[in-house]
């Protein structure tokens, strides 16, 4: 029995060529949404943010890895930066390689050696998406630095809080910027909020997190992680009582494991989850990939070493 995906795969529905472009200024593009606040976006696909204070910057997420983003960043600033990844998953790790070290919540370190952050997955993903880049390979293995929420980047003239909110996976954070009035929320808040992935917390605890950030980002923006990036209060409080109204009816009935979708058109929101995916059972390793994905993975891999060695695994 093949997987929707698999079966799209198959019919050609979903092209797998991975176009290659040279220029790592036609994989970021920079748009400026603050005095010295930058949401960098992969190829329509992803978002990171760069936030350049008077004496360092810091960088929120990597991306997918379609191009150096190192290289990228220093395009728009010469100061010493920071990195810190909001969680785990692929799209957000992927370009941990061009850095020194990143900070990470020390949770969601005891993941890595699974599909959802490797570079296959990047890949694979990418196929999916049809996202442009060449993915070279990094200087590094990225080196994950484990933090905790009470952590704290002093970039001069601005200070960025942590703080540690489990949902969208157990260890998920949020960056507050108090000058600004701008928070980082990663994956943990979103207008298509993802509960599906293995690794994810329970509802339950999702929509705990999701109130108290509601409650602190009166006359903030929130900024995400995928599309144009702005996701409103109004939003978040649709998705929250969507969310509340699947924990009722799970209550009243058992909940299938299986992967349901709730939209609000109206809102433009959409929740989509999974409660045979919490947190901890073991996520995906690259053996439960579907065959055709690992085909995939394998013809790309040739691109980098780290690939060869992850491939190896499968
Ligand atoms: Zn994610």
């Known amino acids: 029995m093949k997987t929707k995906l698999e079966l799209n795969l198959l019919r050609g529905k979903i092209n797998l060529r991975v176009p290659v472009i040279k220029n790592d200024t036609d994989v970021y593009r920079f748009h400026r949404i603050g005095p010295s606040t930058y949401r960098i ?89 049809r996202q442009p880049g060449d993915f070279p390979i990094p200087t590094h293995r990225p080196n994950y630095i484990k933090t905790d929420e009470n952590m704290v980047f002093d970039l001069g003239d601005r200070q960025i809080r942590v703080m540690h909110f489990p949902g969208h996976t157990e260890g998920s954070c949020i960056l507050v910027d108090d000058a600004m009035r701008q928070i980082f929320v990663g994956d943990e808040i979103s207008t298509d909020m993802l509960l599906a992935v293995p690794g994810a917390s329970s509802l339950e605890t999702w929509v705990r997190s999701a109130k108290k950030i509601y409650n602190l980002s009166a006359g903030y923006e929130l900024w995400w992680g995928h599309k144009r990036g702005l996701v409103t209060r109004p939003q978040l409080k649709c998705t929250i009582h969507m969310a509340e109204r699947v924990l009722r009816s799970q209550k009243r009935n058992h909940f299938p494991d299986k992967t349901v979708i709730y939209r609000n058109r109206k809102m433009h929101v959409s929740l989509m989850y999974n409660n045979g995916n919490v947190y901890p059972p073991t996520p995906w390793t690259l053996k439960d990939l579907p065959d055709t994905i690992i085909t995939i993975a394998k013809t790309l891999k040739a691109r980098s070493r780290v690939l060869r060695q992850d491939a190896r695994r499968v």
């Not at 190192?70 to 100061?79: F, L, N, Y």
């Open 41 to 129: 976006n992969e190829a329509g696909f992803v978002n990171c943010y760069l936030l350049i204070g008077s004496e360092r910057a810091l960088l929120i997420d990597t991306g997918n890895g379609g191009g150096n983003l190192r290289k990228a960043v220093e395009t728009i600033t010469k100061r010493p930066v920071d990195v810190f990844i909001t969680h785990r998953h692929c799209d957000h790790v992927g370009g941990a390689g061009w850095f020194d070290g990143v900070y990470i919540y020390h949770t969601e370190t005891e993941a890595f050696e699974n599909i959802v952050t490797s570079p296959v997955g990047s890949l694979a993903f990418a196929a999916i998406e």
